[in-house]
C-alpha cells in the first residue's frame, strides 16, 4: 500500500495528456528540490553533511545559479569546496604488487571520479521518481479509473517507461505486469512509430524536389519532440 500522499500528484499528473505524465512529475519535483536545496534543506546539519558529500551536478549547480538565494548557494559552496579540498590525498605509489594494485591510500583519482558523477539533486529525485513508478504501478493493479488514464496517455518517455516497467517488474504479479506491459510498449511502439514518418517528413523537407511542399507542424516540431521522448 503506498503513502496517499504520492496518488493524489500521480492522479494529477495524468489527468493531463501531453508527453510523458512521469516528466511532469519530475519538472515540479527537480523545482522543489532545487527550491528546497536552497532553503530549509540547507539548514539541516544530517542533509548539509549530505549536500556536501555528494556536491551538484553542473545542470543542477546552473539551475541553482540561476535562482535568487545567491548567500544559501554560498554557504552551500563553502563547505563542500572544503569537502573537495579534504579528499586530495597522496598520489598512488610503487610497483604494481602481487594482486595487481598499486598502493592507492589516499590516492584521490576514484575518488574524484565519482565525486565528479555524483550530485545531491538527482539522487533524491531519482529515489522519488522510483516511489512515484511504484505507485503508478500500485494503481495500475488496483484502481480501474487510473488504468483508463495511462491508457490515454500518448507515451512514457524511454527514461521513465525503462524505470516504470522494471519497477512494476518487481513489485506486481505476473498478470497484472503483463498488461501494464502491454500498454506501456504499446503507446510507445506508436509513438516511435508517428515520431519515425515525422522526423522521415522533416529530413526529406530538405530534398530540393521538396521545396514547394510546407512542412506540417507535427514535422516540424518532430526534432524537439525526439528530444524529450529519448530523454
Ligand atoms: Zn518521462
Ligand atoms: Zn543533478
Known amino acids: ?23 511532469r512529475m519530475r519538472e515540479k519535483l527537480e523545482e522543489q528540490t532545487l527550491e528546497s536545496a536552497l532553503g530549509a534543506a ?22 541553482m545559479h540561476r535562482k535568487k538565494n545567491k548567500l544559501a548557494l554560498g554557504l552551500i559552496l563553502e563547505s563542500r569546496l572544503d569537502e573537495l579540498a579534504g579528499l586530495l590525498g597522496e598520489p598512488a605509489r610503487g610497483k604494481k604488487g602481487l594482486f595487481g594494485k598499486k598502493d592507492d ?14 550530485c545531491y539533486a538527482c539522487k533524491r529525485i531519482r529515489n522519488t521518481e522510483v516511489r512515484y513508478c511504484s505507485n503508478t504501478a500500485w494503481l495500475w493493479d488496483s484502481d480501474e479509473a487510473f488504468r483508463g488514464k ?14 516504470l516497467l522494471r519497477v512494476a517488474k518487481e513489485e506486481l504479479k505476473e498478470k497484472s505486469y503483463a498488461s501494464l506491459y502491454a500498454a506501456v510498449t504499446g503507446q510507445l511502439r506508436d509513438a ?8 522521415t517528413g522533416f529530413t526529406v523537407s530538405f530534398d530540393h524536389r521538396n521545396a514547394d511542399k510546407p512542412l506540417t507542424e507535427a514535422e516540424r516540431s518532430s526534432l524537439e519532440r525526439a528530444t524529450k521522448m529519448l530523454r
Open 42 to 63: 540547507m539548514m539541516e546539519p544530517a542533509i548539509r553533511i549530505e549536500m556536501n558529500r555528494e556536491g551538484f551536478c553542473s545542470p543542477h549547480l546552473l539551475a
Open 192 to 199: 516511435l512509430t508517428r515520431l519515425r514518418q515525422d522526423v
Open 150 to 163: 495511462l491508457t490515454r496517455q500518448p507515451y512514457f518517455c524511454l527514461t521513465h517507461a525503462a524505470m
Open 105 to 118: 591510500k589516499g590516492d584521490a583519482a576514484e575518488t574524484l571520479t565519482a565525486q565528479a558523477k555524483s
Open 1 to 23: 500500500m503506498p503513502e496517499k500522499i504520492f496518488t493524489i500528484p500521480i492522479n494529477e499528473a495524468f489527468d493531463v495528456l501531453d508527453g510523458c505524465p512521469l516528466c
